[in-house]
């Protein structure tokens, strides 16, 4: 087996300030709104517990019958400043990767630099997991970027 260990980084400076915009993490009714399925699925679990050491998963069946799991844990959370997480990715119950992501919130006048950064080590897919998780990670970023400034989120493609 080969692993592929890469890192990316998504950065996007938002019209709000950084306590709104780590509200939209917060919560399991904040992130809803943005971080989604790109498509119809039946979710089979969701937990989320926002704390240093709280656990968050999101465990479903696509339409395709494709079972996904992302399951994470929260290593350090200081409020409107960062939260870093360590998150296991399965696909039908295969190990796909294991990311450390850390996000940081920069104030910048009545704005907020958002930076995430992603360390991976992905044991199954080289560099196409990659490039798939950084579209993917992108499209969810952008739909947060659309909902705290009000606008419609787009549909994944």
Do not use: C
Not at 88 to 114: I, P, Q, Y
Request: a negative charge.
């Amino acid at each position: 087996m080969t692993i592929t260990n890469a890192t990316f980084t998504i950065e996007r400076v938002l019209n709000a300030s950084p306590a709104r915009v780590f509200a939209a993490y917060g919560s399991l009714e904040a992130k809803s709104t943005w971080f989604r399925a790109p498509s119809d699925i039946e979710t089979l679990n969701r937990d989320f517990d926002f704390r240093v050491g709280g656990k968050e998963r999101f465990h479903a069946r696509w339409p395709s019958g494709m079972i996904t799991d992302f399951q994470a844990t929260y290593h350090d959370i200081v409020e409107n400043e960062r939260i870093i997480l360590v998150y296991d990715m399965f696909h039908n119950g295969d190990k796909l990767s294991v990311s450390l992501l850390t996000l940081e919130l920069r104030g910048e006048g009545d704005r907020t630099r958002l930076i995430h950064t992603e360390q991976g080590s992905y044991l199954t897919g080289g560099i196409e997991a990659v490039q798939g998780r950084e579209h993917g990670t992108t499209w969810h970023i952008d739909n947060l970027v659309a909902v705290i400034e009000g606008r419609e989120p787009r549909a994944f493609s």
